[in-house]
């Protein structure tokens, strides 16, 4: 079966179990070539519901996560994002499709950090390839500070586990923004949906997940 049949499968099966809601996302999914964002000895793969290795002890999410989270995060065409933890470089590419490829002014852009410089070159590669670096920006370092020399933001989304949602994330929101993110232990997490509301923060809480450590300064210790 061609890689587009086996998205278009997914889809729909992510569909069938109430998952993907939003016919944005949707799209964004149908649209994206996951396989380009997986090693090449997992790719047949690629559309397997689970996450798959991507090097440095590291993994591209499950493609279920990935459609529950872009779908918690409600992302707008013309949005400004933060995505802390690029790894691969495929959930920004599903961003970038909504924010930047939607809008039909060709506004939204992607920021996405990532600690493992290994890793922020792969997602590059990634991203160049499958033509999506002119939407999303690439940055090397610490997450749990933000980007601040973008901020505020409209959407983030932290895509690693974190103790507690760091506070300069929060700062960085933009009033009436909204931020998804992963808190818990190191082995067990729940989806945390957070809104900056009059400079009111109020969370919601999610699914269940299991993500790899954020570490970093507001993170995790390394
Ligand atoms: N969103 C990714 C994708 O689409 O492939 C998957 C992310 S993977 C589950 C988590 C990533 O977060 C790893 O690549 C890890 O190195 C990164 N990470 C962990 N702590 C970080 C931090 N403080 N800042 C930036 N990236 C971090």
Redesign the pocket.
């Known amino acids: 079966m061609n890689y587009a049949e086996q998205r278009r499968r997914i889809v729909e099966y992510l569909e069938s179990l109430g998952y993907l809601r939003s016919e944005k996302v949707k799209r964004a999914l149908l649209n994206v070539p996951r396989e380009e ?1 997986v090693p090449p000895p997992y790719r047949e793969y690629a559309y397997d519901d689970h ?1 798959l290795p ?1 090097g ?1 002890g ?4 499950a493609i279920h996560m ?1 459609a529950i989270m872009t779908e918690e995060l409600d992302p707008e065409p013309g949005d400004k994002v933060l ?12 961003l970038a499709e909504i924010v930047a490829k939607m809008d039909p002014e060709g506004r939204g852009h992607v920021y ?5 410089p290994e ?1 922020a070159e792969f ?1 590059k590669r990634n991203l160049e390839r499958t033509g999506y670096s002119r939407y999303v920006t690439v940055i090397v ?5 933000g980007y601040p020399e973008a901020a505020p933001y409209d959407r983030i989304i932290v ?2 586990a974190a103790p507690q949602i760091p506070k300069p994330l929060i700062e960085q929101l933009r009033s009436g923004g909204r931020m998804v993110i992963p808190v818990g232990d190191m082995y067990f997490q729940r989806l945390e949906i957070v809104e900056k509301i009059n400079g009111d923060i109020r969370v919601r809480h999610g699914i269940e997940c299991i ?10 210790r390394e």
């Open positions: 964002f996450p991507i440095y590291q993994t591209i999410s990935v995505e802390v933890g690029t790894g691969s470089g495929y959930q920004a590419a599903v996405t950090i990532e600690r493992i890793l997602a370092g610490d997450g749990t500070l895509t690693a993500f790899v450590p954020l570490i970093g300064e507001y993170g995790w």
